[in-house]
């Protein structure tokens, strides 16, 4: 099992002997408990036995870091000293030492590892990601000075700078137990499936509920165990996710992980904020074990020429919005086409003749306008860029209606917007006024963040039905779970997920 250390946010031994959260952690044998000593204003030694003794010094990491290396400043060297060979000697689990600090103090290791403690040899950039051979060169002298565990702290700017991260991961020759992490967004994924790794860390790091965490990126300990499952991850678990830009607001992680536990299937979901969907697709995904993709804004159309083949839906769509890993190439398919269309159906039932107006020519607009067509419906296309309309509607045999005439149109069953307007955090814009929306349609959003949109505000008041994008959301995700996973569950199942995530 691969434990959770809740970093303690403190600011004195005092407050966080008194935070209960932390007693609920305490309780939970599947987490340790990390104090940041460093950071106390009551740096003393009977406060950190006290801390020991009430946590259990088998639970407990003790770090007292450099100031060099994010530490708070208020413990002068000799003190720290002083304070790792008091929690040695109080049988502190893990005693957290920088690898500067261990090369200085060629002795300090000996001393500290003499009561049981092991030694965790940290390194730390909180600017950029180093080469790959500077970090396993780091790697190997924490080993050779004594460590019982090596951990690397690097910031990652870009996906190119995981790969570099996934490098030193994949190194099998790695001579004791070793967490990287990317701080970051673009490195979240080295926070949430470090269990996988051949020699990974005992412990991955957290933050309390109430705590902004002691690194970017950190994640909360509950989300950790409960939506990733961090402790029962094994290197056998596939790996899936969702690429995007931006990509925090994505509901995905939460639905397909409580899908998964659902299901009893292995595996994982995880968010990658993608900036080069080529690095990612070429140089991580594969190492990283990555056996499916949900692919979001902005890449559903850059992802296809990553695939070594489309199904035919998805080559006549254009956009691809789920990629699976097929013998060493990915497929790409798009399940928002039959998401979107059966949504629709279900409100307004057969599509035979009925005229949809679809608001943007991006990935999700051709989806739609290539379901309802394929239904036997017609599609009228509206987009900001009036080129695009044009493709988009001749590649479905429908029309460009231009923004001014939304109005005076007749006889339309549905309006689907599908441009990001109106999307978390921006939900005060509407990419349309309640009176340009054609009389009596269905206005349907595919945005689902936030579940009520702005358009869809002000078309109810204005007397339209609405859809909303979560209709949409849940069908193309139950489809893509099925070709993750190859097993299914009942859309009703989805619904009632989607409601608890
Ligand atoms: P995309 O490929 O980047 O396309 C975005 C489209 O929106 C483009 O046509 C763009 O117009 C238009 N647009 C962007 N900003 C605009 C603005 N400020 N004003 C007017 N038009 C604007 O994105 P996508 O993948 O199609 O996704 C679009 C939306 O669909 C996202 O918000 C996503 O949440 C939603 N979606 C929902 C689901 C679901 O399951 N519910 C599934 C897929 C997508 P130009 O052509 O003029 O640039």
């Known amino acids: 099992m691969t434990r959770v250390c809740v970093a303690s946010h403190h600011t004195s031994f005092a407050a966080l002997l008194a935070d209960e959260e932390f007693t609920r952690i305490a309780s939970d044998a599947r987490c340790l408990i990390e104090l940041r000593v460093d950071r106390y204003n009551d740096p003393r030694e009977e406060l950190l036995q006290q801390a020991l003794q009430r946590f259990g010094p088998e639970r407990c990491v003790v770090t007292c870091r450099h100031s060099a290396e994010g530490g708070g400043g208020s413990v002068s060297d000799t003190e720290r000293a002083s304070l790792w060979e008091c929690a ?87 001579p004791v137990p070793t967490m990287v992490i990317a701080m970051g967004e673009h ?22 509920a109430s705590a902004e ?15 990733y499952r961090y402790a029962e991850q094994t290197p056998q678990w596939p790996v899936f996710g969702v690429i995007g830009s ?22 994982v979901y995880v968010p990658f904020l993608v900036d080069d969907v080529s690095v990612f697709m070429e140089h991580v995904a594969p190492r990283l074990g990555v056996k499916g993709l949900s692919v979001t804004l902005p890449h559903k159309e850059s992802v296809v020429p990553l695939c070594a083949h489309l199904t035919p839906l998805a080559q006549s769509i254009g956009a691809v919005n789920t990629v699976v890993r097929t013998d060493d190439a990915w497929v790409g398919d798009n399940t928002d086409a039959a998401g979107a269309a059966d949504a629709l159906q279900e409100m307004l039932g057969d599509l035979t003749g009925r005229r949809v107006v679809v608001l943007g020519a991006g990935g999700a607009a051709k989806a739609v306008a290539h379901a309802v067509v394929a239904r036997g419906g017609e599609v009228l296309v509206c987009n900001r860029n009036n080129t695009r309309a044009l493709e988009l509607a001749r590649g479905v045999g429908g029309r460009v209606v231009q923004r001014e005439a939304l109005p005076g149109l ?5 309006l689907v917007q599908a441009t990001p307007v109106g999307m978390h955090p921006r939900v005060y814009e509407s990419p349309l006024t309640a009176a340009e929306l054609p009389s009596g349609a269905l206005i349907f ?29 849940v069908r193309q995700a139950a489809a893509q779970f099925t070709q ?10 989805w619904q009632r997920l989607d409601g608890e995530v």
Request: proline fraction near 7%.
């Open 88 to 174: 040695a000697r109080a049988g502190a689990a893990f005693i957290d030492v920088e690898l500067r600090t261990l090369r200085a103090e060629k002795t300090l290791a000996a001393r500290l590892k003499a009561h049981g403690s092991k030694l965790i040899v940290s390194y730390h950039d909180f600017v950029h990601t180093p080469p790959t051979g500077q970090m396993t060169d780091a790697c190997c002298d924490a080993a050779a000075l004594g460590a019982d565990v090596v951990k690397l702290a690097v910031f990652a700017k870009r996906v190119a700078d995981t790969a570099k991260v996934l490098d030193v991961l994949c190194d099998a020759s790695l």
């Open 187 to 208: 490195g979240q994924w080295t926070r949430l499936v470090a269990p996988r790794w051949n020699n990974p860390a005992p412990f991955g790091f957290a933050r309390a």
């Open 213 to 227: 965490g002691t690194a970017p990126g950190q994640p909360v300990w509950e989300e950790l165990l409960k939506r």
């Open 246 to 267: 931006p990509i925090a607001h994505s509901r995905s992680p939460a639905l397909h992980n409580a899908a998964l536990v659902r299901g009893a299937q292995p595996g």
């Open 410 to 414: 007749q006889d339309i069953a549905a």
């Open 445 to 473: 959003d595919t945005v689902y963040n936030p579940p009520v949109t702005k358009l869809m505000a002000l078309a109810r008041e204005a007397g339209h039905a609405t859809l909303a994008g979560s209709a949409m959301f």
């Open 484 to 493: 993750f996973t190859g097993t299914s569950l009942p859309l009703d199942v």
